[in-house]
């Protein structure tokens, strides 16, 4: 009777103990439903395990599609950025070639005015120019600093598109000092009597007073009298029945007949 009822004890812990194992390991639901469904449930979690497998690599080589994509699209933006800045490189170059071949077109201008068409035309104050020098130029004022230049006298018959203005000493064959520019700047009233720039010096035409310097500074007193001993600065009066006043660093002309006030178009 005991030997039986121990039986009966050992039977029910070891079927405790079954069911136990079979509800906390997945390897006991694997063999309960291969006992139960006679093996199928091997295939069932192998193929489980395939799509497992399958959705990993999947994933693994959608991740290395995704890498090589970017790779692709950071390929691609590198090589528009390369193509952009190659792109503007050459329009920089071509601007450059534009740009010296216009300075290249403006060099044979001025040498086609100076030399082929044999005007002497040359910028900044020049001093002591023979003139010899002055081809294509046509004098059309020439007076002694005390005569008493008046506007009309500048502006001459109205020919020619430059106008030069210099100063000489009495018969002497050279311009002690001399500018030249276009008459439309030069000849300006509509400036205020301010300076202007043009072919490299600085013009002054005010109710009392013309002339030039190679600075853009000028003290007016009628006339120029800034920096006396300056050889790059002739001025004189206008309209005021006087004559002129300086050229270069001799001053006080006004009542002098050996110093003479010459005008040239071109």
Known sequence: MKEQLGSRLLLLLLLLLGLAASSTSPLGNLNRDYVLRGGSANLDANESNNTVTQGLRVNLRNGKDARKQYELQESELTDIQNFNSADENEVLKARLALAQAEILRLKNKIHKLTYMDRLYFASGV???????????WTNYYSQPYSHGTMFTDLLGDELGTFILVGARFQNSSKLALAAMGRRSIVL???????????????????????????????ELMDCDVAEPESPKRLSWFIDLGWGGYRAGSHLDLYSKTKWEKVLYYA
């Open 126 to 136: 020049l001093i002591d120019v023979p003139e010899e020098f002055l081809n294509g």
């Open 188 to 218: 300006d009233t509509d400036n205020d009597g301010s300076v202007v720039f043009e072919n490299g010096v600085y013009w002054y035409l005010t109710e009392f007073s013309f002339g030039f310097s190679d600075s853009d500074f000028v």
